[in-house]
């Protein structure tokens, strides 16, 4: 049998929470954007940037942004709005509030709370990022980026995404990256989400399937795949599909052959995704979503 290898990809990353700062700076210098108020708990979250009365933020020769005092003409302009300045989750409780830098100092307006409903998680959505709230264990993860670092050889990927969808019992968060596909991260520990490493047929989403092995213990392994809804392409922006059309798991507790570094062994060839379990041969059609035994 031959194969074609497509797509190499890396580990996964998993990431670290985001701790509290004690006053880091005057309350009156915190300008709130956008709120939300839990009233069953009397929380209330609030997201908005640090803008200090005659500073603005720019970076310096080592990319490292740093708090400089306003110019004449700057300090002249009634309409003077900071560009960029670090945004800030504060967190209030009672009488007691929290700040949490969100490691971000662009595009306040795209922040927003998302409207996926959960018991105890709340998401806060960027233009490329997204954050977890864990209110029953009080933590709030650092920055996630969907698709950042999946392909070898790539800083980043940073485009849009879109179809939010929350799978088996709220331990996935799956949705579709423009330029990326389909992306899915474990949140079973919220405050340190995990990317799954994507495995795909093509570079374009076009409503293929795309395979997510979970690791459970040793070399078992949970399969899940999923597609996005072609159908409900935003237009203007290509490929920022809306909602997803099909998430499943196509084997659950499977033991999978492993390479020198503990990952799944994987084959691709033209739509079939190939592995082994137990010296049998499987193929995962990605196309039709298809699970079969390969003939040797």
Known sequence: MKFNFLFFFLSGITLAQINPEKEPFPPEDFVVYLSKTDTIQNVLYEIGRYEPKGYTFTTGHNGAWIKVPLNDEQKNNKNFFYTHAPIYLKITKGNTGKYYFLDDYYDIDMYSFSELKSENL???????????????????????????????????????????????????????????????????????????????????????????????????????????????????????????????????????????????????????????????????????????????
């Open 122 to 296: 709340i998401f806060i959505t960027a233009r490329y990022s997204m954050y977890i709230i864990d209110n029953k264990h009080n933590t709030l993860s650092s920055k996630i980026i969907p698709g950042d670092g999946q392909y070898e050889g790539e800083d980043a990927i940073s485009p849009l995404y879109s179809a939010l969808t929350l799978f088996d019992e709220e331990n996935f968060l799956l949705g579709n990256v423009q330029g990326f596909g389909v992306f899915c991260i474990d949140i079973t520990h919220p405050a340190k989400p995990k990317e799954l490493k994507q495995y795909s047929i093509n570079f374009s989403n076009k409503g293929q399937y795309y395979a997510f092995f979970h690791r459970k213990k040793k070399n078992k392994f949970d399969i899940m795949i999923a597609q996005s809804d072609v159908e409900t392409d935003k237009g203007t922006i290509r490929r920022l599909y809306k909602k997803l059309k099909t998430v499943r798991y196509v084997m659950k507790s499977i033991p999978v052959k492993t390479n020198s570094s503990g990952e799944p062994q994987i084959e691709i060839s033209k739509h079939n995704l190939h592995f082994i379990s137990k010296e049998k041969h499987y193929q995962l059609d990605l196309e039709k979503g298809i699970l079969l035994l390969s003939e040797e």
